[in-house]
């Protein structure tokens, strides 16, 4: 049973990712993720590739305004298994203001190694610095878009 916030929030992504698939009108065929599919394999929109969209966000809960200037990357999900980073999309779509930033997953997971060498565990969102919340067995960071961009294979206007 999920959570109301949860809840909340997974229809405000699923917003997010159906507009995507609205800015994809050059395919022909689009087709959506079932829930079992965008958890555990996730992926959330397929052309003949499969594109997990990512919502901007707020760099920590109590911030009033989304932040298209960095997003966060998912290596390890709340059970501490693979996160989004390593799972079966080929691609991610980064939401911008205006904009989709798309970057391959190869171009990501080198990006992070890259990036992130040092193993240090912070206790707050840090840029290229591995990230755990209290009480989880999740692990992320911060990474900045304009990075993303520089590595994009596409971007594509809203």
Request: hydrophobic share 35%; charged share 35%.
């Amino acid at each position: 049973m999920m959570s109301s916030i949860y809840e909340n929030n997974y229809k405000k992504f699923q917003e997010v990712e159906r507009k995507f698939a609205g800015a994809l009108d050059m395919f022909n065929k689009v087709s959506f993720s079932s829930t079992n599919q965008d958890i555990y394999e996730h992926w959330d929109v397929k052309i003949d590739i499969k594109i997990d969209v990512k919502a901007m966000k707020r760099v920590n809960r109590e911030d009033s305004d989304l932040n298209e200037d960095i997003h966060y990357i998912e290596i390890k999900n709340v059970h501490g298994h693979k996160g989004w980073l390593y799972g079966e999309a080929d691609y991610f779509a980064f939401e911008m203001k205006d904009y989709y930033v798309i970057v391959s997953k190869i171009k990501i997971q080198e990006m992070i190694a890259d990036k992130c060498k040092d193993k240090i565990k912070c206790a707050k969102p840090t840029l290229y610095q591995l990230y755990s919340r209290e009480g989880r067995n999740d692990m992320m960071t911060l990474v900045k878009t304009v990075d993303l961009i520089f590595i994009s294979d596409k971007m594509i206007k809203k």
